[in-house]
């Protein structure tokens, strides 16, 4: 009986050493805290890029000839002014040409004289044939009065010969008179016909020496317009700078053999200044919403890297490029390189302002995400603003009294999205960006719909409803104090109004220390 009892007690004992030792072994946790201070200062939100310096305006001269490069004139980083003659082709076939088509043009102008004096010729003897003519029928019908009046006569010799007055002599006379008459008359006819034919084929030959003439005077001109031409490619022999600037390239040498508007008759590259020149920047196209004409630019070169210059930005093309499914847009940003410090082709690491508020109220980003006593029921992250909430935005769309109009056209953009965030997926951006996009597109969407009153109190609306969070210790304990922020960039955030000023110390990280109490061994 002694012995059960004995076993129990040492079972009984072990049981609650163990659990002393369980309970004196729990882990004993103490919360510090790491602080910030709220600053005031300047925030800039930036783009980074990359980009090349090119000049602000360059010429490409190729050749318009075909020939053999005999002579140059200028060659690398020389300057040059418009009008100076660069290169020179060989002259002498051009010349040749030249010389071949005046002898033809010289020609033809002494044929077509020769048409004009066998024009002048045949019109002359069609003037004289009608000149013929005319006297022909003239003289006809004067004889045609005179074979009436013997007409006359005979018909009264006639009568007095019938009439015995006469002796048959007298009448034979006057009838053989008539006669005659009529046969000249008939010469007469003869001869005026055959004018009429003379006339016609003198019409003929003027026409056919007419067309003659059109003819030798198209010869002409075209021989005047292929003149002109060969007069054009000898002027082209010489390679004239069409502005002001110096040689950033030269491709050809002499003996290179050219051929007209081909790919390697590249002969010069002139850019036109090196005191003002322009970076190339391609932009994200996540990032080109951001891009405004007149954002100013900083930018280092790899050849110069502690030294910041200075841009802005003067063009924004939107033709997109499109290099392995990303796309990018081609910004121009001008700057001032007056010691032409800066060359052609040098890259330029570019950091663009999108946006800058001087003296502000900040603080550090850290400080926004600290998180204490917080609720066991997860937030929405879709509730916040920027991310694409549709609850949020009846709320907003509520708030801007919009008519049942503008909200059916708002409504109908929701069953887009998915097509929206598919195409975003495709470009394998990450969700951050693809989160920017889908709420971009929301919101310009909403935009287009509004009116200018709307639109100012929508922009109001978004910045109320930016709102953060961050501690204080207040009374020795942790105190939330509520924000409404503005501009994030940099890693600090402006905070537009809240219960804090400069100076104030806030919790930037939640330290948690853990510790174990050992127990007493009892054996």
């Keep these: 009986m002694k012995k059960v009892f004995l076993i129990t007690l040492i079972i009984f004992v072990l049981i609650g050493g163990y659990y002393f030792y369980i309970r004196s072994n729990e882990e004993i946790s103490t919360t510090s805290y790491e602080f910030i201070k709220i600053e005031k200062g300047n925030i800039k939100k930036i783009v980074s890029a990359t980009g090349k310096i090119i000049p602000t305006s360059s010429q490409i001269l190729s050749s318009e000839i075909s020939g053999k490069i005999v002579d140059i004139k200028k060659d690398f980083n020389q300057i040059v002014k418009k009008g ?3 290169a020179i082709f060989d002259q002498n076939p051009f010349i040749l040409k030249v010389k071949e088509m005046e002898t033809s043009v010289e020609i033809t102008k002494s044929k077509l004289k020769q048409k004009l004096a066998s024009f002048d010729k045949a019109d002359s003897e069609l003037n004289n044939a ?17 074979i009436k009046k013997l007409e006359q006569n005979l018909v009264n010799q006639e009568i007095l010969y019938k009439n015995k007055f006469i002796s048959t002599n007298e009448y034979e006379d006057a009838k053989l008179e008539y006669d005659r008459a009529l046969y000249q008359l008939s010469i007469f006819e003869s001869d005026i016909l055959s004018l009429d034919a003379i006339i016609e084929s003198r019409k003929a030959q ?3 020496i007419e ?3 059109e003819e030798v005077k198209t010869q002409i001109k075209q021989n005047q317009l292929t003149l002109e031409s060969e007069k054009l490619d000898l002027s082209k022999t010489k390679i004239i700078s069409p502005i002001n600037g110096f040689i950033l390239d030269r491709h050809i040498n002499v003996g290179d053999v050219l051929g007209a508007y081909q790919k390697d008759s590249i002969m010069f ?3 036109e200044s090196l005191s003002s020149m322009n970076i190339e920047i391609f932009i994200d196209e996540a990032d080109i919403g951001n891009i405004k004409p007149g954002q100013l630019v900083e930018f280092s070169t790899d050849a110069f890297p502690n030294r910041k210059l200075n841009a802005k930005i003067t063009q924004i093309r939107y033709s997109p490029v499109d290099d392995q499914n990303v796309i990018t847009y081609e910004v121009l940003a001008l700057f001032d390189n007056p010691d032409n410090l800066l060359l052609p082709g040098m890259t330029a690491n570019v950091d663009i302002i999108v946006e800058e508020k001087n003296d502000v109220l900040k603080v550090k980003n850290s400080a926004l995400s600290v998180k204490l006593n917080q609720p066991s029921k997860k937030e929405n992250k879709n509730n916040r603003w920027g991310s694409g909430g549709q609850s949020q935005m009846r709320e907003i769309m509520d708030q801007l009294n919009m008519s049942k109009e503008q909200q059916n056209k708002m409504r109908s953009v929701y069953p887009k999205l998915g097509k929206v965030r598919e195409s975003l997926l495709a470009k394998n951006i990450s969700q951050e960006k693809i989160a ?11 935009i287009e719909l509004l009116t200018d009153e709307q639109t100012s109190k929508y922009y109001s609306l978004k910045q109320s409803l930016n709102v953060k969070k961050l501690y204080k210790i207040i009374d020795g304990n942790p105190k939330k104090i509520e924000l409404i922020t503005g501009l994030n960039a940099s890693g600090f955030t402006e905070i537009i109004k809240g219960d804090v000023k400069m100076g104030d110390e806030v919790i930037s990280k939640v330290l948690i220390t853990k510790s174990e109490k050992k127990a007493l061994r009892l054996f």
């Design 211 to 213: 067309a003659e003439i």
């Design 130 to 146: 009608i000149s013929n003519k005319n006297g022909s029928e003239a003289e006809f019908n004067d004889f045609k009065l005179f």
């Design 206 to 208: 003027i026409k056919i």
């Design 436 to 446: 920017k996009e889908m709420a971009l597109y929301i919101e310009n969407a909403l």
């Design 269 to 271: 590259t002139i850019a």
């Design 84 to 86: 100076d003659v660069l």
